[in-house]
T-cell receptor, first 113, second 115 residues
């Protein structure tokens, strides 16, 4: 079956630091990969996605590259802000398979001024 | 702007009560989902619906049922609430278009406390 593994949090950084949140996956088919973000008190919202190998998704200064050879989709940002404090979820969906995505457990990011 | 709304942000119920959580989406999406979110456990799927009156059990359906009488509305029912159902409940929807590439759109969540 499919699975997504994320680094455990919380990740605590100072403002303007570099961020990496690791995500690796196993999939039986050919997945699309997603990062969702959940700000305090809100539901999840899509941050970025990639649908084929070597694609890079990007949004709001965040980037992630679909690496088929290492089955990874690590999230990066060059300079985090306090407003980036949130929980980040990596997810995958099987293209041509089930409509039900597989989510990682989430990684909490705390950014201090 | 796409929207998924949930009937309540916070709800407090007593053990044994029947609880209804309502979710409405305005995007004409075929798929709708109910998840619960607990610290350290991430998101767990309770039920999934791919069409009106159609449903599939998720990972943790015990103690829950669902209803989808109209395309835009998906209800989660706790037949007899118990304290271990205290949690954050998230509704989501997605299109049945390009299978596997579609984004899930989430509501703001309902934080349910069962006393």
């Amino acid at each position: 079956g499919n699975s997504v593994t994320q680094m455990e949090g919380p990740v605590t950084l100072s403002e303007e630091a570099f961020l990496t949140i690791n995500c690796t996956y196993t999939a039986t088919g050919y997945p699309s990969l997603f990062w969702y973000v959940q700000y305090p008190g809100e539901g999840l919202q899509l941050l970025l996605k990639a649908t084929k190998a070597d694609d890079k998704g990007s949004n709001k200064g965040f980037e992630a590259t679909y690496r088929k050879e290492t089955t990874s989709f690590h999230l990066e940002k060059g300079s985090v802000q306090v407003s980036d404090s949130a929980v980040y979820f990596c997810a995958l969906s099987d293209q041509g398979g089930s409509y039900i995505p597989t989510f990682g457990r989430g990684t909490s990011l705390i950014v201090h001024p | 702007d796409v929207k998924v709304t949930q009937s309540s942000r916070y709800l407090v119920k007593r053990t044994g009560e029947k609880v209804f959580l309502e979710c409405v989406q305005d995007m004409d999406h075929e798929n709708m989902f109910w998840y619960r979110q607990d610290p350290g456990l991430g998101l767990r799927l309770i039920y999934f619906s791919y069409d009106v009156k159609m449903k599939e059990k998720g990972d943790i359906p015990e103690g829950y049922s669902v209803s989808r009488e109209k395309k835009e509305r998906f209800s989660l029912i706790l037949e007899s609430a118990s304290t271990n159902q205290t949690s954050m409940y998230l509704c989501a929807s997605s299109s049945a278009g390009d299978r596997g590439t579609d984004t899930q759109y989430f509501g703001p969540g309902t934080r349910l406390t069962v006393l």
